[in-house]
């Protein structure tokens, strides 16, 4: 965590040399048939978390997936923008646990 100590569940050693081998080969995109990106600088914002100071300890990005059509009165309708567009740049280096597209 932010004070130095480690998240409960994690090794407090570090990470086996097989993690550094994964860690340097090349990024990649993977998106469903259903799955559009309205964002040129969508990879580039996923490639700055593992860049980014204390990228060496992160190797899955997932962005929150979106629903185009829905009811807006719906409350459930995965419309949550200002949680994941204000503060999942936020959490940038922080070691806590972040669901996203778990529902």
Not at 7 to 19: E, K, L, N, R, Y
Request: proline share 6%; charged share 20%.
């Amino acid at each position: 965590m932010a004070d130095g100590t480690h998240w409960p569940g994690t090794w407090a050693v570090s990470a086996p040399d097989h993690a550094k081998v994964l860690s340097n080969g090349p990024f990649m995109l993977n998106l469903d048939c259903d799955h559009y990106i309205h964002n040129c600088k969508a990879v580039r914002e996923g490639m700055c978390f593992v860049m980014d100071r204390g990228g060496e300890d992160i190797c899955y990005v997932q962005f929150p997936q979106r629903f185009e059509g829905i009811d807006p009165s719906d409350r459930y309708a995965s419309r949550n923008t200002v949680f994941f567009d204000g503060n999942m740049r936020a959490l940038d280096g922080v070691q806590v646990g972040f669901p996203s597209k778990c529902f």
